[in-house]
């Protein structure tokens, strides 16, 4: 199984920028070649919800609307990266920010099932 590690999250002020990254962790033999990467988010006290994500087959990207606009995910092939370039950060977007691999955008929207997860990369956007 592929396991996710993700980097990239701080504390930050609102109109600022943060770019996270995901990768395959060290040691992982298989590549992710099929299906959809992307990123999930929880705040406290309220559930995990979709993000954004990109099929592997053709990189077109997917946001949820609150995030259109502010949000660009990208893919690196060579390093079976994925990307979230995050502008006009809100402190509403302050969150877990989770970096997951599924074979359909519905199950990655979903949430389940997930193919593989990483632990989560914290952003916190202060007022």
């Known amino acids: 199984q592929v396991q996710l590690v993700e980097s990239g999250g701080g504390l930050v002020q609102a109109g600022d920028s943060l770019r996270l990254s995901c990768t395959p962790s060290?040691?992982?033999?298989?590549?992710?070649?099929?299906?959809?990467m992307g990123w999930l988010r929880q705040a406290p006290g309220k559930e995990r919800e979709f993000v954004s994500g990109?099929?592997?087959?053709?990189?077109?990207?997917y946001y949820t609307d609150f995030v259109k606009g502010r949000f660009t995910i990208t893919r690196d092939n060579a390093k079976n990266a994925v990307y979230l370039q995050m502008n006009n950060l809100k402190p509403e977007d302050t969150a877990l920010y989770f970096c997951?691999?599924?074979?359909?955008?519905?199950?990655?929207?979903?949430?389940?099932?997930?193919?593989?997860r990483g632990q989560g990369t914290q952003v916190t956007v202060s007022p």
């Open positions: 997951a691999a599924a074979n359909t955008l519905g199950a990655l929207v979903a949430g389940t099932p997930l193919r593989s």
């Open positions: 990109i099929y592997l087959s053709d990189n077109i990207p």
């Open positions: 060290e040691g992982t033999l298989t590549t992710l070649t099929t299906g959809v």
